[in-house]
């Protein structure tokens, strides 16, 4: 798979941290598509894991994320698309870190605040799309 991360010049670059967060666009080439659905932070027995702690729930997140790309032949280095929503934006860009952790082969990427998402618990979901030679 041959992949490029382009920062185009004429649009700024969103640092947190000292960190640059995401790709604006992200070229690949490559044979297999993967599309892994919202990941909430629910262990595998289906319980929220770190009620309303957003840094706990960015890493079951993460955790799940990695799982299913397992399952599916990638890993999280094959990201190319994030879609996040949080119940509280300014309260997750205070973990970035974790974010990095995960993510940080800066896929193009989308952050959104919501309201509510499926339990009251719950304060962040990410998709993702991954590609594979």
Known sequence: MKRQNIQPASLSKRVVGG?????????????????????????????????????????????????ALAAAGATLADIVKTNTYVTDIEEFFKHVDV?????????????????????PDLVVEVEAIAVVD
């Open 19 to 67: 960190r640059v967060l995401y790709s604006h666009v992200v070229v690949v080439e490559g044979k297999k598509t993967i599309f892994v659905s919202g990941q909430l932070a629910r262990g595998q027995s289906g319980d929220v894991v770190g009620p309303g702690d957003m840094r706990a729930q960015l890493r079951q997140v993460g955790e799940n994320i990695k799982a």
């Open 99 to 119: 974010r990095m952790e995960y993510f940080g082969a800066l896929p193009t990427s989308t952050t959104v605040e919501v309201r509510r998402l499926a339990h």
